[in-house]
């Protein structure tokens, strides 16, 4: 596959900093709060905007993502995977992110147990229609939702639920993805003519925006490009994963990814607005290992780490919004403060964090964004949960696999285990995968779960076998 933008044509497109004016069921929990240092207030009134040239919407460069809420209990060590969400604190974010210039908000029927929705409905509705944008999904992954009558009877729930009259922004959820991805595709939207549909009630003023999101087989990206080419139906725009370890790496890390360079350049060339996902990675670009730390640190004390993650993705030209899901008022101040206003990353700092994506993918973690989309587990497995703790243990250094002769082998054997356990209850640990395969089609990353699961149940088991005498 070609990358049609070079690393260097990249650097050429920020022109020094220059930017273009212009059945899922995912858990509500994420993130990582940012210390109290990065918790500086946001000014009133410095939101970056860039317009959508098919509709003229003014979108701030910031989006806030509805995926992962907070729930009852937040940070107090008892919240449970069904905790309810927390309505009021849902409120008190959604109103400061609107008195601070964020008007887009993503959501979608499948996100945090079905209910975010309904969360994001409360919130928005006790605010004026014309001062928001909200974006949601055709997210009917379920073989039982792909009769014609149940896909848009999906809509009209999400209308009801978002108590709105339209939808801004609706896309086909996450294209490209399962074991036989076009077999996929044509269930959900062209052999029940659901896609037809969604045409129509754009044509009825229900729907302002049409495109999709994109996990998976490049070729379905391509060839739903193609069809904008050929005039045989309009994207007003599409929705990738991008950020700077993705940028060159997300084919390397997993084959059935795309990098980021590939996906930006086709919207480019195309001139179709790109909506960014996952910038931080589902916090694994807030996670990041102590020596990376100290190297961003070392070159912009002030500025969070998160903050590296947002502006690269704000950046390219073309970008319209950069969605992060933030759970804590503390995230919502961060990104805030890196997009309001947005710095653009001047050539040297894009080349820095070049260095930063090798220095990352040569630790080869486990690439899960803990984004919860093969959760419920039907065996009750933390699935996030223990490929979480495995790539902490990386990036910490304390993984244990040089052997029990090595001088550090008692010290991170005893964290490895030890922290697993807390993280993560035996019940709920790799020991018990039975190998479904469930999980497998809902993963956007494209791990084989069962088979890594597999894998460190092994690695555990060694572990407590070969304790040093």
């Known amino acids: 596959m070609a990358k049609n933008i070079s ?16 059945p899922l069921l995912a858990a509500c929990t994420g993130g990582k709060k940012p210390s109290a240092a990065e918790a500086r207030e946001p ?47 849902v409120n008190r974010e959604v109103d400061y992110a609107l008195e601070h210039g964020v008007n887009y908000f993503d959501t979608s029927p499948a996100y945090c147990r079905g209910l975010s929705e309904r969360a994001t409905g409360i919130a928005l509705s006790r605010h004026d229609r014309s001062k928001y944008f909200v974006a949601t999904k055709m997210s009917n992954f379920s073989p039982d939702t792909w009769p014609r009558e149940a896909s848009q009877q999906m809509f009209e729930n999400s209308l009801k639920e978002l108590r709105v009259d339209y939808v801004d922004y609706l896309l086909l959820h996450s294209i490209g993805q399962g074991s036989d991805p076009l077999a996929m595709f044509n269930s959900r939207y062209m052999d029940n003519g659901i896609l037809d549909w969604l045409v129509e009630q754009k044509r009825r003023g229900r729907i302002r925006n049409l495109g999709f999101s994109y996990h998976g087989d490049v070729k379905i990206y391509d060839m739903l490009l193609k069809w904008h080419d050929e005039g045989r139906y309009h994207w007003d725009f599409v929705q990738i994963e991008l950020n700077y370890l993705d940028w060159n790496y997300a084919d390397e890390i997993n084959d059935r990814n795309t990098d980021a360079v590939y996906l930006y350049g086709e919207l480019q060339k195309r001139n179709i607005p790109a909506i960014i996902m996952e910038p931080l990675l589902g ?6 290992p102590d020596f990376v730390v100290q190297k961003m ?23 319209l919004t950069v969605l992060s899901g933030m759970t804590y008022m503390e995230n919502l101040k961060d990104n805030l403060l890196s997009t309001a206003p947005l710095v653009p990353l001047t050539k040297e700092e894009e080349a820095f964090l070049m260095e930063i994506a090798d220095d990352i993918y040569n630790l080869k973690t486990i690439p899960c964004n803990e984004c919860n989309y093969c959760m419920p587990c039907p065996y009750g497995i933390d699935i996030p949960g223990v490929l979480s703790h495995y790539n902490k ?21 005893r964290a490895f285990l030890v922290g697993y356990d807390r993280a993560v209850p035996r019940l709920r640990q790799a020991a018990h995968c039975i190998g479904c395969g469930q999980c497998i089609d809902h993963c956007p990353q494209g791990i084989d779960i069962p088979k890594e699961m597999q894998r460190l149940d092994k690695f555990v088991e060694s572990l407590k076998q070969n304790e040093p005498a």
Not at 297 to 319: D, L, N
């Open 7 to 22: 690393r260097r044509s990249f650097i050429k497109a920020l022109g020094g900093g220059a930017v273009a004016a212009a």
């Open 43 to 89: 000014q009133k009134g410095k939101m970056t905007f860039r317009t959508n040239h098919n509709t003229g919407d003014r979108v701030s460069i910031l989006g806030y993502g509805m995926m992962r809420l907070p729930v009852v209990g937040q940070g107090t060590g008892r919240e449970t995977h069904d905790a309810p969400i927390d309505q009021d604190m």
């Open 297 to 319: 640190k070392q070159r912009e004390p002030e500025r969070s780490v998160a903050s590296w993650a947002i502006r690269f993705a704000a950046t390219p030209p073309g970008v």
């Open 283 to 288: 916090g694994r670009l807030v996670r990041v």
């Open 393 to 413: 243990c990386i990036a910490d250094g304390n993984l244990p696999n040089r052997g029990a002769m090595d001088p550090d082998y008692r010290r991170e054997r």
